[in-house]
């Protein structure tokens, strides 16, 4: 079992940027892959960045070159470090960990705004 706690999310306006970090209950070290997903209303969730066990990265093509996911195996933390924001980032922000025995586990989402 794994809980994964997001925060740092807030309102910005556009062009700002945002922290969030994900902290896990338990060492992430042998947890395969964590990433961040978004669902903004009335759309389907969507992978926003990943990040491996050995520190490969995806990021998706709407993201690239704003955001950067890191991982930190010491403190169990997973950070998106979102830069130039934009309105259309606005949605919950969820914390995805799969382990090495393929289990999925989700954080509760936290919420960013970015106002125009």
Known sequence: QVQ???SGGGLVQAGGSLRLSCKASRSIFSIGTMG???QAPGKQRELVARITSGGSTTYADSVKGRF???RDNAKNTVDLQMNSLKPEDTAVYYCNA???TLALYWGQGT???VAS
């Open 4 to 6: 994964l706690v997001e």
């Open 36 to 38: 961040w997903y978004r």
């Open 68 to 70: 950067t996911i890191s």
């Open 98 to 100: 799969l382990t090495l």
């Open 111 to 113: 919420q960013v705004t």
